[in-house]
């Protein structure tokens, strides 16, 4: 008789439990009946039986694996897919959550990107031939999605990197090259699998080009810029001396860079403009203006602020007063700073950038008028009908306040003004030494005045509650009208 051998994993250890056997290696359960043809010298058909029993023990080990995956214990999800790829190797659920398992695990000592493509392949690859094409097709759908986000994912790991680690040319260059790795992959799997991926790509670069942007302000600011002028960040330390070999003595807990910090500084500085304008190597025509103006606006920043930047010594002194007393001076003075060469190099790049980002505004002023006459002229209808109507609304509120002319209260204001200008005139006539007279004839014209002018308020209220409505929705067909596409 043959020795007990599990079919899925090889372990000969076996063991009776509840009615059946288990391997104790992989947890495989088998019925009393499997084990005696098990135990049978020679080949024993025994598919169905086993097909059934394996189908359940992957549907068991992916319930444990997705468990694991959920509670973040990445590197046991992964151990879980793995036991139910062994047996199963054309399940796509387990190929997925498999690749999905490791880029968790990806970090600077550890990096599989390459094994989570290969995954999500496999994925679907082991689709299989009895799915309908609708299904077919959603599955491929998933599978493209969980792939994306994926290898953005661990796109964005190395640019967070950036910042985390502080900015190096071996980080730039680890975004750089995986920037470029994820790009192949994807064109390479969306033709595999059998999709165009020009659109996506678009995409993908506008992405990359505003996550490397975000990250490079970032680190200047918690990082790079922050670690040389610290509590001084906000005004770039303005309040600086920078004047060489001019003493200023301040109290020694007054923060002045050393040069080992200016170099720092300087040369982490010249990591972010490299990275940007690895990015610009990117920008073509459906690269987005707005993005472009920030590149380039950040990128003149990073050349400009560096060029006033100096290092300082901290020195004590000692010396005698004209009392023979011996007085200690704590002070800093300018130690290095960029050469004129370097200065003018800076300024002029600052120059530069600074009009390739008012080039970037024109442009997008120009494509914004572009896309909106592009808009309009396939809206054709839309926009007679807008402009139709804001003629219309035109002809009402003008027929309103003509209407406001001719109303009837029009007689009654009138008339006032008339009584009005009779008693002024009769106040005119009344000698300046009979004030009493005066007093009661401005009392009647006050009064008149108050009502008049009170009928006049009534009046354009009146109006004004119907022109409103009118005015505002030709305020909503301008915004309409020109509004960016």
Known sequence: MKQLTCEVCGCNDLMKQDGVFVCQACGCKYSLDEVRKMMIEGTVEVQGTVQVANAAQVSNLLKMAHSAFDSKNYAKAEEFCDQAIAMNDKNDDAWALKGEAILHQINKDNPRVLEVNNCFKNAFYSLGDNLDAGEREKRI???????????????????NQFEAGRPSVASKNKIINSYNETREMIQSDYKEFGRDPQSYLRIFDEWFLIKCNAICVSAWKTTVAYNYFRKDLGNYGASWNRNPNEREYLSSDVFRPAEKIRTTFVDETSCLIELLQFCETLFNENTSPKVKENIYSNIAVFYDIPIKQVSYQYKITTEMNGWGNWVRHEFYYVDRFLTQDSQNYRRKRADDYKAKEAG???????????????????????????????????????????????????DEITIKREQIESLNAQKKG???FNGKERKAIQEQIDSLNESMNALIEREKAVVMNKITPLSKRIEEIDAELTKER
Not at 141 to 159: P, T, V
Not at 364 to 371: N, Q, T, Y
Request: with cysteine.
């Open 430 to 432: 009344i000698s300046l």
């Open 141 to 159: 759908d998933k599978i493209i999605q969980d792939l994306k986000g994926c290898l953005e994912g661990n796109l964005i790991y190395w640019i």
């Open 360 to 410: 970037a505004i024109e442009e997008g002023k120009r494509k914004a008028i572009e896309r909106k006459e592009a808009y309009w002229k396939a809206h054709a209808k839309e926009k007679d009908e807008l402009t139709n109507e804001k003629e219309s609304l035109k002809q009402q509120i003008q027929k309103l306040r003509d209407e406001e002319r001719s109303i009837p209260s029009r």
